[in-house]
């Protein structure tokens, strides 16, 4: 059974940059991609950004456009979310997740296996 397990959250100032970790154990992941989400309290999910495994395409939600990019290493299985020029509004549990075979990506109800999620807070 594959499991994600995200890491380098934290707490970081305005304009700051982080970047978070995503890696799969258990067996390669064989769906075709990918993606970021986050959830701040008392709000919905909400899409970030996905990448396929093979082209390694992205595509990101207008809201981090420009500011966050996504990129893989297969050999290692991981996926990363390399965050600039945050914003409080940024602050969120963020997740990655495994797209299933079927539905939009942008769509939560598409990814079948998530990871624990890591807290990223941005502070004015």
């Known amino acids: 059974q594959v499991q994600l397990v995200e890491s380098g959250g934290g707490l970081v100032q305005a304009g700051g940059s982080l970047r978070l970790s995503c890696a799969a154990s258990?067996?390669?992941?064989?769906?075709?991609?990918m993606g970021w989400f986050r959830q701040a309290p008392g709000k919905e999910r909400e899409f970030v950004g996905t990448?396929?495994?093979?082209?390694?395409?992205?595509f990101y939600a207008d809201s981090v456009k420009g500011r966050f990019s996504i990129s893989k290493d297969n050999a290692k299985n991981t996926v990363y979310l390399q965050m600039d020029s945050l914003k409080p509004e940024d602050t969120a549990v963020y997740y990655c997740?495994?797209?299933?075979?079927?539905?939009?990506?942008?769509?939560?109800?598409?990814?079948?296996?998530w990871g624990q999620g890591t807290q990223v807070t941005v502070s004015s």
């Open positions: 258990g067996r390669t992941f064989g769906g075709p991609a």
């Open positions: 990448i396929t495994w093979s082209g390694g395409s992205t």
């Open positions: 997740a495994g797209y299933g075979s079927s539905g939009t990506l942008l769509s939560p109800q598409s990814y079948t296996i």
